[in-house]
């Protein structure tokens, strides 16, 4: 355990938090850890007069803006001047390049949503009109089926930078995944919390990945890794992480996708494919009988891919499934 591992961090006050969450944890397991901050695509997006996507060489996938923020990341794992990289599961691509793998999935925080706002405490006390800050097409297309009425603002950069452009009224209210504030101690900010049925959260959101050299992993970081894992986050992500919505469908459509588990035998999954130019939505639901078996839960996981391989079209419909032991 004297080998230190070297984890691979953005820079924002987010991605910070949540590589020293993982150090925090792999050092209370006796193992030394470093952290080396990178500088991505994405972050360089967010600053004024940056270069386009299309002018920048590609190691991860930038096809429609997609792996913009683990880039840089994924190229000092090439190259071996980090270990482990730790992302927002929600930024990483489905399909990683072979040199990479997946090594771990820490216990997920909550995965919705939320509406910050001091004037107006929720979304249906928004006047008329209102402007609403994100620049998400799920989230613009989710909000425009519950208000119709309501219009968007752009509103970019880290946590505090969107705090501080609503507080000098560049918009009325914004939409933020919860637990970025829960994970920056700024819970005070939220008013509302969307229910998964009114506004479904993208894949993976508010879950962390730690991706790693595939032989790397082999070696020696597996035993490390393992132990900033919990059972559920795994079996709620890997359903969307499968759905062809995250495999391939372009940053300009709305893709959300959420798995619930109201009993030890019962598991929800929820989906929606939403064109941006819509407000409305599809949704699949599956749902494994009471007192399904290991196996079964398998093949719920499995059964999940092909009911959200169906989540095409642009109208709002329902299936449900079920299996017994």
Known sequence: MNEIIRIGSRSSQLALWQA??????????????????????????????TEAIGALP??????????????????????????LAVHSLKDLPTELDARFMLAAIPPRADARDVWVCEQYWALHTLPMGGRIGTT???????????????????????????LRKLASGECDALVLAGAGLDRLNRAEWVHQRFAIDELCPAPGQGALA?????????????????ITCAAPSPLSTTPKRASPSKRSAPCST?????VRFPSAFTARLSAKTTPPSRGTSTRRCL???????????RKFLMAST???????????SSRAAQWSC
């Open 136 to 162: 998400s097409p799920r989230r613009q297309a989710q909000l425009l089926a519950l208000r119709p009425d309501v219009s968007f603002v752009e509103i970019r950069g880290n946590v505090d930078t969107r």
């Open 210 to 226: 730690l991706e790693t050299r595939a032989s790397r992993y082999a070696a020696s970081l597996r035993p490390a890794t393992t």
């Open 58 to 83: 590609a190691l991860a996938p930038l096809t429609d803006g997609k792996g913009i923020f683990i880039k840089e990341i994924e190229e000092a794992l090439a190259e071996g001047r980090i270990d």
């Open 306 to 316: 092909q009911v959200l391989s169906a989540s095409r079209s642009q109208t709002i």
């Open 254 to 258: 709305s893709s959300a996708a959420a």
């Open 20 to 49: 020293n969450h993982i150090a925090d944890t792999l050092r209370a397991a006796g193992h030394s850890v470093d952290i080396e901050i990178i500088r991505t695509t994405g972050d360089r997006m967010q600053q004024p007069d």
């Open 287 to 297: 749902r494994p009988m009471a007192n399904a078996s290991s196996a079964r839960r």
